[in-house]
């Protein structure tokens, strides 16, 4: 239920999520690479595992990377010190710039997962009240219970859809 309410809280619960991702995947080619900054290369390889982690773990659709051109045409605005590399704080900028628009779509998927489906278990919930069997099922059913497994069931056809693309 926490993640729930947190994920009701919008734009700020997005952007800590992927400011948590960003850092995780900054710090693990930092290791590997045994340097303190990004280089293209590893920005790319950066930008593949965020979006990775970012289609695992928020709700939505999927989404694809930036290609390498659109990434080297970004590059210059976030490039502060103008080095030819990434740091930490300029990587998480970059992320939050590329994910913008990501982030919409997620918000999107997330209000019809968590409004639109409940109100729609009601509503089907009342439809069947007549239908010989069933309706005498659904009514026993608590409202909370019903519109949980009609929320989930749309969420699972959600991802269904998405895997099918």
Known sequence: MGQVVGRLQGKQWRQKQVRK????????????????????EDLYIAILLVYNDINKK?????????SKERVREMITDCDLNLDGEIDHEEFVKFI???????????????IVSLVVAPTVAMATKRATEGVPGVGKVVQRLPNSVY???VTIAVVFIQQSIQESD
Not at 21 to 40: A, E, H, P
Not at 97 to 108: D, R, W
């Open 21 to 40: 991702i960003s850092d995780k995947v900054f710090d693990r080619i930092k290791s590997q690479s045994g340097t303190v900054n990004l280089t293209f």
């Open 58 to 66: 928020l709700p939505g659709p999927h989404f694809d990377p930036p």
């Open 96 to 110: 939050q710039q590329l994910t913008a628009e990501t982030l919409i779509a997620v918000s999107q998927g997330l």
């Open 147 to 149: 519109a949980s497994l």
